[in-house]
């Protein structure tokens, strides 16, 4: 089974998360004109008015000199031009900010994760790599009080990588990463571990990603592709037993509904001696119409209650299908089933059937264990009849005329 993979679609929400905060400005390190540009700036963007934005900031782009007040300025010129998806403005734009170097750690970091955002949008993996783990160095706290980089910058990062196809490496590359993310996070968010567990999946750790799907399913226990794919992975390492309980507790919340689903189920059970339980899967999947009803579904039916010893059951719906079909072997079969467990009634039954639709040899058989069957079960009438047929027919003559003398023994002695 396929793992499900990163999807851009997928990132997108995953970073609709507010990257830009507002701007705690200090009267020591800008001055007055620029603290009052900025300021205008952010009620403006706040307004919705971004092609305002980007014309008012114009002469600050490009004469402030380098420092925070530039900074501040590309920072909300950068936003401007995302709000108008003109990406590649955005990313000159915020690119030229982040290389000034102006903020501290979390606030440069901040920056990293707003222009990788943009990085990402656009497919320049390599770039969103880079500028990631360089904020992310910049960023790994030296001592104690230093402050913890987001949990998202590591995601960001092992997307990068994992969204990347020419990297032979790159589920390899993310795991640490999202890991990471999930340990330093106070609620990871499920898309990292459907993430980490479909990169465990590609290096294939199965037992890692058996882990992190059992994560998932805890989250989300009604997720059928969940389920499944923990069944798949515990198949990958061997596990049918552990995979036979996933499957049945997944059965169990009723999310095994399909045919391939159920008939994996019930091989699984049959497989690890529950014969019984197999049947009774299928039956239940054949009522309720997730099973097709065919003749090769039928026989799986049958085989099932064959080898969980329910030898009359099993009889039962080997004739039933061989009525469906017209096939009868099935009914032979059927036949010899019933006289195992000495089950003459339905031997008989079975019999009756043979005896209008066999050809010669099976019913002149089923003529003869009729005519037995009668006798056991002391309908002695009915058993003449069943051998006076078959003495009428040359493989069966001899042995019929010998039951008829014996009955016809019984009658004088009586």
């Known amino acids: 089974m396929t793992m499900c993979k990163p999807k851009f679609s997928s990132l997108m929400v995953l970073l609709a998360v507010a990257l830009f905060s507002?701007?705690?400005?200090?009267?020591?390190?800008?001055?007055?004109?620029?603290?009052?540009?900025?300021?205008?700036?952010?009620?403006?963007?706040?307004?919705?008015?971004?092609?305002?934005?980007?014309?008012?900031?114009?002469?600050?782009?490009?004469?402030?000199s380098e420092g925070l007040?530039?900074?501040?300025?590309?920072?909300?010129?950068?936003?401007?031009y995302q709000q108008l998806d003109d990406e590649p403005e955005a990313i000159k734009t915020l690119a030229r900010a982040y290389s000034l170097k102006q903020f501290d750690g979390s606030r440069q970091i901040q920056l990293a994760m707003q222009l990788g955002q943009l990085y990402l949008s656009t497919q320049q993996w390599l770039n969103a790599r880079q500028i990631l783990t360089d904020a992310l160095d910049q960023a790994t706290p030296e001592n104690s009080e230093a402050q913890t980089p987001p949990a998202l910058a590591y995601v960001m990062l092992a997307?990068?990588?994992?969204?990347?196809?020419?990297?032979?490496?790159?589920?390899?590359?993310?795991?640490p990463l999202l890991n990471t993310a999930i340990a330093i996070a106070d609620e990871p968010m499920e898309f990292w571990l459907t993430s980490l567990a479909s990169g465990q999946y590609q290096i294939q750790d199965y037992a890692a990603a058996e882990a992190t799907l059992k994560q998932l399913i805890a989250r989300s226990p009604e997720s059928k592709n969940y389920w499944l794919q923990l069944a798949s992975m515990q198949q990958l390492q061997s596990k049918e037993r552990d995979q036979l309980a996933t499957l049945e507790l997944a059965k169990q919340r009723g999310l095994i509904d399909n045919e391939n689903e159920v008939l994996l189920l019930a091989q699984l059970q049959v497989m690890l001696g529950v014969p019984e339980r197999a049947a009774r899967t299928l039956q239940a999947a054949l009522q309720s119409e997730q099973l097709t009803n065919n003749l090769d579904n039928q026989r799986r039916i049958a085989i099932a209650l064959q080898q969980g010893r329910d030898y009359k059951n099993a009889a039962a719906q080997l004739l039933q299908t061989a009525k469906d079909t017209g096939d009868v072997s099935l009914a032979v079969t059927a036949l010899q089933l019933e006289l195992v467990d000495g089950h003459c009634e339905g031997a008989i039954t079975v019999a009756d059937w043979l005896i209008q639709f066999a050809d010669a040899e099976n019913r002149a058989k089923a003529l003869m264990t009729a005519g037995q069957c009668a006798v056991e079960l002391k309908q002695k009438d009915k058993a003449r009849?069943?051998?006076?047929?078959?003495?009428?027919?040359?493989?069966?003559?001899?042995?019929?005329?010998?039951?008829?003398?014996?009955?016809?023994?019984?009658?004088?002695?009586?």
């Open 385 to 414: 009849v069943y051998f006076q047929r078959a003495q009428q027919l040359p493989e069966t003559t001899n042995s019929a005329k010998q039951w008829l003398d014996y009955l016809q023994a019984l009658a004088d002695i009586e």
């Open 159 to 175: 997307l990068a990588w994992q969204l990347d196809d020419s990297q032979s490496a790159r589920w390899l590359q993310s795991i």
């Open 69 to 80: 007040g530039l900074v501040l300025v590309l920072q909300l010129r950068g936003q401007a």
């Open 22 to 64: 507002s701007v705690a400005l200090a009267e020591s390190t800008l001055s007055e004109r620029q603290y009052r540009v900025i300021e205008s700036l952010q009620t403006v963007l706040a307004d919705g008015n971004f092609r305002q934005v980007i014309k008012a900031s114009d002469s600050a782009a490009r004469e402030w």
